[in-house]
């Protein structure tokens, strides 16, 4: 079945350090979606791509999607102490040229951020 | 704004016990999914349903689970006899679609410990 691996695992960086996160499929995907998780929260949605090579940007949050449609990227510039959480990368799949409504989430990774 | 409403957040059961999460997806969405969480683990996808029935479900979805949507806005997890692994955080989300360029959105999550 379809994987979605993630790393790093953990990531401990100091105020205004930058951040990045990686994500890959094993397979082709329809579209990614990004989400963060506070501890003891729910996932909330930040982003979605959906074209290859697609950038986006959202304040210091910077999202890419490979051209192959397979990998992503998440980069957060000058990290701050709100932006600690688990951030998720999670794809949506492509099977006989219809897109799967089902998400297929990474491990996450963890990010500390110390003042 | 618009939100996905799960009850109860919190849930003990005896192991063999059944259980019923339930969730209230927002008003004009189609598509309800059932994603569920071990701690410290990511998230893993149950079961979406459309137009009252499965339309997807993952191993995990078993016998012992099942889903309805007993009326116009709630939408519910049923584990008929639990067991101790099914100790979870357990995840409804719902989209306006399930295509290409539709977000997911989260509830709270109900957390389940069998016991």
């Known amino acids: 079945g379809q994987q979605v691996m993630q790393i790093p695992q953990y990531q401990h960086v100091q105020e205004g350090e930058d951040f990045t996160t990686y994500c890959n499929s094993s397979?082709?995907?329809?579209?990614i979606q990004w989400y963060k998780q506070r501890p003891g929260g729910h996932p909330v949605f930040l982003i979605q791509?959906?074209?290859?090579?697609e950038v986006k940007k959202q304040k210091r949050l910077t999202f890419q999607f490979g051209e192959a449609k397979k990998n992503s990227s998440l980069h957060i510039t000058a990290t701050q102490t709100t932006d600690v959480g688990t951030y998720f990368c999670?794809?949506?799949?492509?099977?006989?040229?219809?897109?799967?409504?089902?998400?297929?989430f990474g491990q996450g990774t963890i990010l500390t951020v110390h003042p | 704004e618009p939100e996905v409403t799960q009850t109860p957040s919190h849930q003990v059961t005896q192991m063999g016990q059944e259980v019923i999460l339930r969730c209230v997806p927002i008003?004009?969405?189609?598509?309800f999914y059932w994603y569920r969480q071990i701690l410290g683990q990511k998230v893993e996808f149950l079961v979406s349903?459309?137009?009252?029935?499965?339309?997807?479900k993952s191993e995990i979805f078993d016998d012992q689970f099942s889903v309805e949507r007993p009326d116009g806005s709630n939408f519910t997890l049923k584990i008929r006899s639990t067991k101790l692994e099914d100790s979870a955080m357990y995840f409804c989300?719902?989209?306006?679609?399930?295509?290409?360029?539709?977000?997911?959105?989260f509830g709270q999550g109900t957390r389940l410990t069998v016991v």
């Open positions: 999670a794809g949506r799949r492509i099977a006989g040229g219809t897109s799967y409504g089902k998400l297929t």
């Open positions: 989300a719902s989209s306006e679609a399930q295509g290409r360029d539709t977000e997911a959105f």
């Open positions: 008003s004009n969405h189609l598509y």
């Open positions: 349903f459309y137009n009252n029935e499965i339309s997807e």
């Open positions: 791509l959906v074209k290859s090579g």
């Open positions: 397979t082709t995907l329809s579209n």
